[in-house]
């Protein structure tokens, strides 16, 4: 792990931008539709009231959440940020209670996702409440001191994405949920996906979502300016209750609180499970995350499953045609509605057409030979659908999104023999400074390209230089200065952030891990026992247990008084662990009895076996040595590994 560098204020302070980047910029204001302020007024329309000043906080004091840090985001771009990045940061600015039709509405702008309220005969229907249970609590609050204090009569979760479901327990009693008088209702999988998604490569996409969402850098015009799909998260407590109704075909309908909910199921689109709805006798169409004010990932950067263009485009097209005359107006979850059956079609439309294009033109040129790279060089969107607001790549990007349809179908091989067996960075690295005669000369040609405004040939240069001397100090800080212009430069702010974060790391250093924490009690609640083994299957470090044998039983209890044991015997041999469920066929050495949750802590590292056992959420029976043998063979995952250097040297 690199040590902080000790850099003086001249060479670690954020530089401004080049003139290749505020030439680039020039020329995206020449080519966009900036006469278009549609946008503008659908953003404010409706506006009831909003929490003033737009701050959440815990029951401690502690900010979850602050729309005062995105202040700066006014008037005209800075030449540090891309002119169409800088519109949508402000147009997400906008925060507050709306009304969207006759008895729905919006709050928006209190973390990343909208919480969505409709007034049913009783009281209210709530739709994805938020990520975390302050800002929802805080969202439920501003509805009740305007529209009334009446009870939640419903929660609907759209999808499985923690942004859209995490604050349920702000809005809602699970006892309420669990007597039946408030029903749940998620598209089916919503729960399993809820729980799983992050969780065996969670450490890995944490560090790489510091990257893309940019937590660490400061706010302001050289630094995080937003999500893309928002202006930030909020940091608060998560929560999830198990559903009590899963939606599981398109057409089916609901009657929550009086009010009819006609679904339209979309699986394998932008989440695994997810749904649209409408309401028919409210003209108005939800359509969750399929649509948005912006381009979306068909890939994102954090890591996470490839998504299916050529679904997602179906499920659009077929939500426009069994609603589309049926709707006045259509609301989403992250951003405002659009009013009007015209404006309804033309964003369905173009949303649907995009995808397909992406789709289509990706695997036209595949069948024509052409790499990823090649692909992501060759593809530029129509101009109708690239002049069109809501398509612009401020979240997902042309480039990532057409090598994520290529590896849908052909995987990360672009078949070239070349590329199929090729040698780690720092091998490579060290190789090319060689044939190029030494890293300053390296560093020296860097140098000449990004002053030449070839930032993207100055960044793979030196990404062999630090791959083969990664301490290098001119190749790190030269590195940055490029890294920050090519975020300035990017429309995608994920794009940004990663080239920020990476210029932040490299000036300052990785920072130091810590062992992962334990997850959220309601997320590991709903985790199987067999996902706590598989997620410590990963754990166990195969070469040094390639020579163990070892038989352990295991019995788990739950954490509420009545429930059942699950038995299983742990199997460790040939470098794996797998287990086991009764009968068993051989005898194992000693026993584990462990409650449900602290079997989680065990599995995440948030606690040793003897920390366990002081508490008494577990107890060993028989002989220890090979359960200590088994955790001994068990690697910590800190998070703090780097990311823009190689981990191989």
């Not at 147009?91 to 007034?119: C, I, K, S």
């Not at 589309?324 to 649907?352: C, K, N, T, Y």
């Not at 091998?427 to 000449?448: C, F, K, N, P, S």
């Not at 250093?509 to 997320?523: E, N, V």
Request: hydrophobic share 40%; glycine share 10%.
């Amino acid at each position: 792990m690199m040590a902080q560098l000790p850099d003086p204020i001249a060479d670690s302070a954020a530089r401004g931008a080049g003139s290749t980047t505020t030439g680039r910029h020039a020329a995206a204001v020449a080519g966009l539709p900036w006469e278009d302020r549609r946008a503008f007024e659908d953003v404010r329309r409706g506006r009831i009231a909003s929490i003033e000043p737009p701050v959440v906080r815990d029951s401690t004091g502690r900010v979850v959440f602050d729309l005062t840090t995105y202040d700066f985001v006014d008037g005209q771009a800075p030449a540090t940020v891309h002119p169409s990045l800088w519109r949508i940061a402000q147009l997400h600015r906008n925060h507050g209670l709306f009304e969207v039709t006759e008895g729905v509405y919006q709050v928006r702008g209190y973390d990343a996702a909208n919480m969505t309220v409709v007034a049913g005969e009783r009281g209210y229907v709530v739709i994805d409440p938020l990520t975390c249970v302050e800002s929802s609590a805080a969202a439920l609050d501003l509805v009740r001191r305007h529209l009334g204090d009446r009870p939640v009569t419903a929660v609907v979760h759209t999808h499985c994405h923690i942004d859209h479901f995490g604050g349920v327990k702000g809005v809602v009693d699970e006892a309420d949920v669990r007597a039946g008088r408030v029903p749940v209702v998620a598209p089916v999988g919503f729960y399993e996906h809820a729980v799983s998604e992050n969780v065996s490569a969670g450490v890995a996409m944490g560090r790489r979502s510091g990257f893309m969402f940019g937590g660490a850098l400061p706010k302001g015009a050289r630094g995080h300016v937003m999500n893309g799909s928002c202006a930030a998260v909020a940091t608060g407590r998560k929560s999830l209750i198990r559903p009590t109704h899963e939606v599981t075909r398109t057409g089916e309908e609901l009657v929550l609180d009086g009010v009819r909910f006609v679904f339209q199921y979309v699986p394998d689109t932008e989440a695994p499970a997810e749904m649209n709805f409408h309401l028919p006798e409210r003209r108005a169409l939800c359509m969750a995350e399929l649509i948005n004010h912006h381009m979306h990932n068909l890939y994102t950067l954090r890591g996470a499953p490839v998504r299916n263009a050529v679904a997602w485009s179906a499920a659009i097209d077929e939500a426009l045609r069994l609603y589309g005359d049926a709707s006045d107006v259509m609301f989403i979850g992250h951003g405002w509605p659009v009013w009007g059956q015209q404006q309804i079609a033309e964003l369905l439309g173009m949303h649907r057409d995009l995808y397909r294009y992406l789709h289509d033109e990706t695997l036209r040129l595949a069948n024509h030979g052409y790499t990823p790279n090649e692909i992501a060089e060759l593809i530029e969107l129509p101009e109708p659908l690239d002049a069109y607001w809501a398509n612009r790549g401020t979240y997902g990007a042309t480039s990532h999104n057409v090598k994520a349809v290529y590896q849908h179908y052909l995987g990360w091989f672009d078949g070239n023999p070349a590329n199929l067996d090729p040698l780690p960075p720092a091998q490579a690295g060290r190789r090319y400074v060689e044939l190029m005669g030494g890293i300053d000369t390296v560093v020296d040609h860097a140098r000449t390209a990004h002053e030449t405004g070839e930032d993207r040939w100055a960044a793979e240069l030196l990404g062999h230089a630090l791959a083969a001397d990664p301490d290098h100090r001119p190749a790190r800080l030269l590195q940055a200065d490029v890294f920050e212009q090519l975020g300035y430069q990017a429309e995608a702010a994920p794009w940004r952030n990663f080239y920020l974060v990476g210029a932040q790391e490299l000036r300052h250093g990785t920072p130091s891990g810590r062992p992962a924490d334990g997850a959220s009690p309601d997320l590991v609640a709903g985790m199987t026992p067999e996902m706590l083994l598989d997620y410590l299957a990963i754990r166990l470090n195969g070469p040094r247990a390639a020579a163990a044998r070892l038989r352990l039983e295991l019995v788990i209890s739950g954490d509420r008084p009545g429930q059942a044991e699950d038995r299983y015997l742990l199997i460790v041999e040939n470098g794996i662990l797998r287990y086991a469920r009764p009968p068993f066929t051989e005898t194992p050495t000693g026993s584990l009895r462990i409650r449900h949750a602290a079997l989680a802590d065990l599995a995440y590292g948030a606690a040793t076996l003897d920390e366990l056992l002081a508490k008494d959420t577990a107890r060993v029976d028989g002989d220890r040595t090979d359960l200590d043998t088994l955790l001994g063979l068990l690697d910590t995952f800190t998070g703090a590994f780097e990311v823009v250097l190689p981990n191989l040297r």
